[in-house]
């Protein structure tokens, strides 16, 4: 089974600095794709961003990037030019390939990082 | 607007008392999916449909019923809560299994069993 892991419970950042959310994940597997949601206290599960493992290029989504890691099985966040509306808890979460691996399908997340947003 | 749909918001039941939590989904999804959340633990997946008769359990399906009769609606049934199931649930779907294709997640509903 896979596991992930987010060793932050919490991260505090001042607003407009950048800030990098760390997440490792422990897999078999070689295709997978990987993803960080926000959960604002809406409580809302908002996708931010998405990554392919056989894609060697980090994906970008505005403000938003990620450090893909593949052989470290590593897949971090990156917030630049942090906003007070990016206050929120963060899970990145894994998602098998059940194409080429078949079996059980759905999303591992990690525990979550409480990101903090300093006026 | 495309959206996963979830009743009610919340919900207090005492212990034994049946109750169905309601998710449906416009967006023609194959995929759906009913996850709980607990403080310290992250998203845990319950159980999970990959199309229209075809229901798995997840990772904590204990306690849980699904059915997937339409493809637009997954219930999540609990026949006889306790207060271990409290909780804030969530149901989620996707355009088809595993892949690249990210959850659509409802308002989620939070539970208390007294």
């Known amino acids: 089974a896979q596991t992930v892991t987010q060793s932050q419970p919490e991260m505090s950042v001042q607003e407009a600095e950048t800030v990098t959310l760390s997440c490792t994940y422990d897999t078999s597997e070689s295709d997978y794709y990987l993803f960080w949601y926000k959960q604002p206290p809406s409580r809302q599960m908002i996708l931010v961003i998405r990554?392919?493992?056989?894609?060697?290029q980090n994906a970008t989504e505005n403000r938003f990037s990620v450090n893909f890691q593949k052989a470290a099985k590593s897949f971090s966040l990156k917030i630049s030019d942090s906003q007070l509306g990016d206050a929120a808890m963060y899970f990145c979460a894994y998602r098998r390939d059940v194409y080429s691996g078949g079996g059980a399908d759905g999303l591992t997340f990690g525990k979550g990082t409480h990101l903090i947003i300093q006026p | 607007e495309a959206q996963v749909t979830q009743n009610p918001r919340y919900l207090i039941t005492v212990t034994g008392k049946k109750l169905t939590v309601t998710c449906s989904q416009n967006m023609n999804h194959e995929y759906m999916s009913w996850y709980r959340q607990d403080p310290g633990l992250g998203l845990r997946q319950i159980y999970y449909?990959?199309?229209?008769?075809?229901?798995d359990k997840g990772d904590v399906p204990e306690g849980y019923k699904v059915s997937r009769k339409e493809k637009r609606n997954f219930p999540l049934i609990l026949e006889s809560p306790s207060p271990n199931q409290t909780s804030l649930y969530f149901c989620?779907?996707?355009?088809?299994?595993?892949?690249?294709?990210?959850?659509?997640f409802g308002s989620g509903t939070r539970l208390t069993v007294v």
């Open positions: 989620a779907s996707s355009l088809r299994p595993g892949g690249n294709y990210g959850y659509t």
């Open positions: 990554q392919e493992a056989y894609k060697q």
């Open positions: 449909s990959m199309n229209v008769e075809v229901t």
